[in-house]
């Protein structure tokens, strides 16, 4: 199978938008690798040079020539998966994280996180990122650990639903901000338009679950993925796998419904690979099963179900 490399630049980097008539900027088979570079910030997040932070490569070059959609991402893509159609499976193997940038940055911002009524006021704070070490060291001097993942990844959505927002996750993945999806992570997604057209950006340092302040440690990283079509299998929303553990998603403006909604596809999983009834189903997800908060900031929250494959019958 063949290996690509997709570079972060003017014409593969889209801004703050999904949409199914974005043009491919790469064709590839199932099976094929992709090295993705990736761009994190809006104009307004770049760091003041006096700072000392090295500009991330490109990354000027795609703001002065990039139409401005709707959010505030940029995502590299989209990738055409020769053969994909409506209704298949896209494989997405995460085999490798590298950081791009030797800094990151985090905000607070009127009006949005969990505690906007706390917080009203605008902080941009720009950490420095030690990859060789491993860490970021923040303003007040602590050394956190760096684990990479990429908040923002998926397919098209389907012609009909037009452009949409990278702010908010969606049935095609987009900003699910989901620290589990790390490297080692295949994360399933179901294909509305001819091609697929993934997409990936939004590159995070380290985050906790709920990312309540707005954002992660954002930062500018380079993925390499693996993608194999599907066409034995059904979805209708995200699923991820790791080593050990299965992962279900749920996004919904309710915390409520999202659970119910990551849940109720945990269920059917379960179902497909035990044939256990519905109802003990539910029980094993009672005993078994952890609801975790993927983030409470992006409009669509986010919860997660996380099964211990040793569970499963």
């Known amino acids: 199978m063949a290996e690509h490399y997709l570079p972060a630049q003017p014409g593969t980097v889209n801004w703050g938008q999904w949409d199914a008539s974005l043009k491919p900027a790469l064709s590839i088979k199932s099976g094929d690798t992709v090295v993705i570079d990736t761009l994190s910030g809006e104009p ?3 760091p003041d040079p006096a700072l000392g932070f090295t500009p991330v490569p490109g990354q000027q070059d795609v703001f002065e020539n990039t139409f401005r959609g709707p959010g505030p991402h940029l995502l590299t893509g989209p ?6 159609e409506p209704g298949d499976v896209l494989e997405v193997r995460l085999k490798r994280i590298e950081f791009r940038a030797d800094w990151g940055w985090n905000i607070q911002m009127p009006f949005w996180g969990t505690l906007p ?10 950490i420095p990122v030690d990859a060789a070490r491993g860490v970021a060291t923040m303003p007040w001097g602590q050394e956190l650990p760096l684990e990479p993942f990429f908040g923002n990844f998926g397919v098209a959505p389907a012609p009909q639903w037009g452009r949409l ?5 969606r049935v095609f993945g987009g900003n699910m901000d989901n620290k589990e999806l790390g490297v080692g992570t295949t994360t399933y997604f179901p294909v509305f338009t001819e ?3 993934f997409s990936v950006g939004d590159g995070h340092g380290r985050q906790g679950d709920g990312e309540v302040c707005l954002t992660a440690l954002e930062t500018a990283l380079t993925g390499t ?3 194999h079509l599907r066409k034995d299998m059904t979805l209708t929303t995200p699923r991820a796998e790791t080593a050990d553990s ?3 998603m749920g996004f919904n403006a309710d915390l409520d419904d999202a659970a119910k909604e990551a849940l109720r596809d945990m269920i059917v999983l379960i179902r497909a690979h035990s044939g256990l009834s519905a109802q003990d189903a539910y029980t094993l997800s009672s005993l078994c099963v952890d609801l975790r908060v993927t983030q409470t900031v992006d409009l669509n929250k986010g919860i997660h179900c996380v099964l211990p494959k040793k569970y499963l019958p």
């Open 44 to 46: 307004e997040d770049m």
């Open 79 to 84: 990738i055409f998966i020769e053969g994909a």
């Open 117 to 126: 009524e706390d917080f009203p006021e605008l902080r941009r704070l720009h």
């Open 165 to 169: 927002s990278s702010t908010e996750p």
């Open 195 to 197: 091609g697929a057209l």
């Open 225 to 227: 993925f693996e993608f």
């Open 246 to 248: 299965w992962i279900t």
